[in-house]
């Protein structure tokens, strides 16, 4: 069954009061500022006519420059961004490790947050219930765990938070790979835990400038500049026309 579905995808954000070096960096990362009728707000265009079509095994590699679409595709994906034009539909349960720490109350203790983030995540009471141990476990907060968060640490709220959303096994699972997950120590356990839960999920998104991370988790890959489609297909022609690119542009250099 299609898990994913993106269809003539186009995703506009509006630029409000632009200076002229602002102004030419996003030229620069977009390509384009689009021209409003008089009174209309400029805007940029970060995705444009994407279409694609994802099925239970599918592994989504994204990759692409900086700037090139691939995390705002993640959280329209996610539902964080309507689009401007097109369709975007993803069934079953999605888990996302986009940004951590999302819906959490500073006042209450970490042990209540685990309740109300994981009711926010769509996880029942029994279900979050069942889980707290190992949460509690995993992000080794000690007796700080009945503490209010406003006296976390940022580091101690990162391994809560990314405890909670790693709880859930998904049916789509999406990464940006710019998520942090605190110390060193913890880095490795939180890769361990990523790798795990990418095996459970029917369907795969990934953004990564790693190719060895999206050749191991991956089979197809969309290769994007400037919010558009260069390649989608096979993950290692996809990979290998992303380095011809990159050879290309150390060469003009």
């Not at 500073?106 to 707290?132: H, P, V």
């Not at 919010?227 to 290309?248: S, T």
Request: overall charge negative; some cysteine.
């Amino acid at each position: 069954m299609d898990r994913v579905i993106v269809d003539n995808l186009r995703i506009e954000y509006p630029v409000i009061d632009m200076n002229r070096s602002f102004r030419k960096e996003v030229v620069n990362t977009f390509g384009e500022i689009l021209t409003r009728r008089e009174g209309e707000k400029p805007a940029v265009r970060a995705i444009q006519n994407l279409s694609f079509r994802l099925q239970d095994g599918d592994r989504l590699g994204l990759v692409g420059p900086n700037g090139a679409g691939k995390s705002t595709l993640l959280r329209t994906l996610a539902g964080v961004y309507l689009p401007s034009q097109g369709h975007v539909e993803v069934v079953g349960r999605i888990s996302t490790l986009l940004t951590t720490g999302v819906g959490m109350d500073f006042d209450d203790t970490g042990y209540d947050n685990i309740m109300t983030c994981g009711l926010l995540l769509g996880l029942s009471k029994e279900n979050i219930e069942a889980q707290r141990d190992d949460i509690i476990e995993f992000c080794d907060l000690g007796d700080y765990i009945h503490m209010p968060m406003r006296t976390y640490s940022t580091g101690m709220m990162v391994r809560l938070s990314f405890a909670i959303a790693t709880a859930i096994e998904p049916d789509v699972l999406l990464i940006d790979e710019v998520i942090g997950a605190g110390d060193a120590r913890f880095s490795s356990r939180a890769a361990d835990r990523i790798e795990k839960l990418m095996t459970k999920a029917s369907t795969l998104v990934l953004a990564s400038h790693s190719s060895d991370t999206i050749k191991t988790f991956c089979n197809k890959g969309l290769f994007m500049m400037g919010g558009r489609e260069v390649f989608y297909g096979d993950v290692d022609e996809a990979l290998e026309i992303y380095h011809k690119w990159i050879m290309q542009g150390q060469q003009a250099v």
